[in-house]
């Protein structure tokens, strides 16, 4: 696997996945999104409303559910047929604790448009994100138009899916965080 990773359980059942996670409280549980009788975010929800406070990582073959896992904090969001460097990209930024997104240096946003890059990306209004920053509700929506321009998206929901596409691209995501 990844050196300091050991895998110390799976399950298959959701139920008894979430009892073993109680007990054996992993930093890190691999969860897939669409499961027969409880979600990975139902799974999340009652794992998180019992204290846990692992890190979670989604597997799945729908990319349709990435923002919504990013509102709820995911650490990371790796698309079926996971690629194997891919795995140890996101081990990797788990142990260092790094973003699992990358930008595009040549979309060239500012650092203040990576601020609220970072502050859209967990899920933040346009009115959190200018208490956040001090920054006028009028501002904050200006820059989030000029990030989807620079990016070439025309929604929020692309742009993530941007990237999320982009990190898995990106070899070396040692550099920019957003």
Known sequence: MSKGIKVIGRKCCPEKGIREIKSLKP???FLEVVMPEISGFDVVKVLRESGCSASFIFVSA???YAVKAIRIHVFDYLLKPVDVDELRNALW????GQSPFHVKESWHLS???KE???LVIRGKTSKQIAEILFLSKYTVDMHRRHILEKCGCTSTSELINALIINQK????????KC
């Open 93 to 96: 930024r788990y142990q260092n």
């Open 111 to 113: 650092v203040r448009q």
């Open 116 to 118: 609220v890059l970072q």
């Open 62 to 64: 729908h990319s349709h």
């Open 169 to 176: 691209g990106s070899r070396h995501l040692g550099g920019t």
């Open 27 to 29: 930093n890190l549980v």
